[in-house]
């Protein structure tokens, strides 16, 4: 089985400050991890995936994260929030076969 | 090349009545997937066919729900005598393989919003 946590179900920043959304995960397998961007009435945008190889993963719009294994954590960050990443951020597992698992997702608010 | 198609992007329906959404997958791909967002949630896995066949349909509620992906043509996921808990956004997602054999990225589309009345 395999499971996402996004520990925080909102976060909000001052433009220019740094972003860090959370995310734990469990699963039986080595894992694929990803993270997804949903700006409202919009559908998915793929941020940037981990599939076993540098554990650092640089994304796309100066998103990054980093696999943990350790603490079962992938943590998205960008060094400075834009207005425009002003959106809903999901944190995406597949452990095995052909099906993601979501987390709750985290809701960013860009304040000016 | 166009990315996964979705329609309608907004759909209402009265309690009682059918809705189908359509899903183009990009071109060249063979497998798709449904997944549903009820308000204020993440994405669950409804359903995953290849053409012609379901592969994995464990996320389906038991009644009312289908899906199909026909040899030509969209999939379409069906849903029958609508109730107020079906309203949520249906998203498609596509992929040229199996997720094991395709760097594991899907594409989504933009999703379609059901409202029941």
């Known amino acids: 089985a395999q499971s996402v946590t996004q520990l925080d179900s909102h976060v909000s920043v001052s433009e220019g400050t740094p972003v860090l959304l959370r995310c734990n995960y469990s699963s039986s397998y080595s894992p694929s991890l990803f993270w997804y961007v949903q700006h409202p009435n919009k559908g998915l945008q793929l941020l940037l995936k981990y599939t076993s190889a540098a554990t650092l993963v640089k994304g796309i719009n100066g998103f990054e994260a980093e696999f943990k294994k350790s603490e079962t954590s992938f943590h998205l960050t960008k060094p400075s929030a834009h207005m425009s990443d002003a959106a809903e951020y999901f944190c995406v597992v597949r452990a095995a076969g052909n099906k993601l698992t979501f987390g709750g997702g985290t809701r960013v608010l860009v304040k000016p | 090349n166009a990315g996964v198609m979705q329609n309608p992007r907004h759909l209402v329906r009265r309690r009682g009545q059918e809705a189908r959404l359509r899903c183009s997958p990009m071109k060249g791909h063979s497998h798709v997937y449904w997944y549903r967002q009820l308000p204020e949630e993440g994405l669950k896995f409804m359903v995953y066919?290849?053409?012609?066949?379901?592969?994995?349909e464990s996320g389906m509620p038991k009644e009312r729900f289908s899906a199909e992906f026909p040899k030509e043509g969209p999939s379409i996921l069906r849903i029958q005598q609508v109730v107020r808990g079906d309203s949520a956004a249906y998203f498609c997602?596509?992929?040229?393989?199996?997720?094991?054999?395709?760097?594991?990225?899907?594409?989504f589309g933009e999703g379609s919003w059901l409202t029941v009345v």
């Open positions: 066919l290849q053409k012609e066949n379901i592969i994995d």
């Open positions: 997602a596509s992929s040229p393989t199996g997720l094991q054999r395709t760097g594991n990225t899907i594409y």
